[in-house]
């Protein structure tokens, strides 16, 4: 069985903050696949990332990077220099090596105040 | 750039009637997906569904719920004799073959049983 916890439920920041979310994973596959999904007020899913198991190269995008360790099976997500627009949920999501249904974590909650 | 288009955005319904969600998935993706996610809580998954059959289900999708494909384009997923548990926002994904792509989901129908 899989499993994604997302042990932070909520993150409050002000504005220009760095900020970590965590996200720790369970598979018995060897060949697996991570995703970071923001869902801003409004509802959508807005797919960030895609990461597989063999790939643990660190990724930067702008503002945003990952931090993939499957030694710790951890797959963190930071913000930097945060902005109001960033506040959402963010999702962590993991599925196999058959590539089908996506396990969820619980989310968590960004705050960015100004 | 092409997406998954849910409707409605919000559908009200009255228990034990039946609701019937649509979604048009990106037109060369040939996997098909519903998620729900319950006010505050995490994404899960309902059914999968490719080649015309459903291809993995969850045990939230029981007698109650079933899956269409209609015609080549639509995607739906039918609600039974509602209740109040099932408000909820429901989402549908879809993706291409292959492992090189990732989900593409719908902004997602809020349903409201009352």
């Known amino acids: 069985a899989q499993k994604v916890t997302q042990a932070q439920t909520e993150i409050s920041v002000v504005e220009k903050e760095d900020v970590t979310l965590d996200c720790v994973y369970e598979?018995?596959?060897?060949?697996?696949?991570l995703f970071w999904y923001k869902q801003p007020p409004s509802g959508e899913l807005v797919f960030l990332i895609r990461r597989n198991s063999f790939d643990e190269q660190n990724e930067i995008s702008g503002r945003y990077s990952w931090n993939f360790q499957k030694s710790t099976s951890s797959f963190n997500f930071t913000i930097t220099a945060s902005q109001v627009v960033d506040s959402a949920v963010y999702f962590c999501a993991l599925t196999g090596s058959g590539y089908s249904t996506l396990t969820f974590g619980k989310g968590t909650m960004l705050l960015v105040s100004p | 750039e092409p997406e998954v288009t849910q409707t409605p955005s919000h559908q009200v319904t009255q228990m034990g009637q039946e609701v019937i969600l649509r979604c048009v998935p990106i037109?060369?993706?040939?996997?098909f997906y519903w998620y729900r996610q319950i006010l505050g809580q995490k994404v899960e998954f309902l059914v999968s569904f490719y080649n015309n059959e459903i291809s993995e289900k969850s045990e939230i999708f029981d007698d109650q719920f079933s899956v269409e494909r209609p015609d080549g384009s639509n995607f739906t997923l039918k609600i039974r004799s509602t209740k109040l548990e099932d408000s909820a926002m429901y989402f549908c994904?879809?993706?291409?073959?292959?492992?090189?792509?990732?989900?593409?989901f719908g902004s997602g129908t809020r349903l409201t049983v009352v």
């Open positions: 037109s060369n993706h040939l996997y």
């Open positions: 598979t018995r596959d060897t060949t697996y696949y």
């Open positions: 994904a879809s993706r291409e073959t292959g492992t090189n792509y990732g989900y593409t």
